[in-house]
């Protein structure tokens, strides 16, 4: 049983930063591989990023690699999402998702995942 809890968006300029948290509730956090997938208006739900329950492997969309960063800290139950020089197409609603069964290098479906946050709002602005 996880409850995520996505905080940090806001609205920043093109060039700018944001750093997302995620919190998770459970003793089990570290079991879990977590990931970020976000969802533009009139879009797909797309895959972002994500990170083993070690930290020891990262995995990015290519539309934002270089850009953003996932990493995760077990002992706080959180995972993050730095992100920098911000592109108005970086718009979306952002959630964080959890999953214990997916077996690594399926991340990028979202299908596989078990938790969801309830998201939270990046807007870039021109």
């Known amino acids: 049983q996880v409850q995520l809890v996505e905080s940090g968006g806001g609205l920043v300029q093109a060039g700018g930063s944001l750093r997302l948290s995620c919190a998770a509730s459970?003793?089990?956090?570290?079991?879990?591989?977590m990931s970020w997938f976000r969802q533009a208006p009139g879009k797909e739900r797309e895959f972002v990023a994500a990170?083993?329950?070690?930290?020891?492997?990262?995995y990015y969309a290519d539309s934002v690699k270089g850009r953003f960063t996932i990493s995760r800290d077990n002992a706080k139950n959180t995972v993050y999402l730095q992100m920098n020089s911000l592109k108005p197409e970086d718009t979306a609603v952002y959630y964080c998702?959890?999953?214990?069964?997916?077996?690594?290098?399926?991340?990028?479906?979202?299908?596989?995942?078990?938790?969801w946050g309830q998201g939270t709002q990046v807007t870039v602005s021109s």
């Open positions: 998702a959890a999953s214990r069964g997916l077996t690594w290098g399926t991340q990028s479906r979202d299908f596989e995942y078990e938790y």
């Open positions: 459970g003793r089990t956090f570290s079991s879990y591989i």
């Open positions: 990170v083993t329950w070690s930290g020891g492997s990262t």
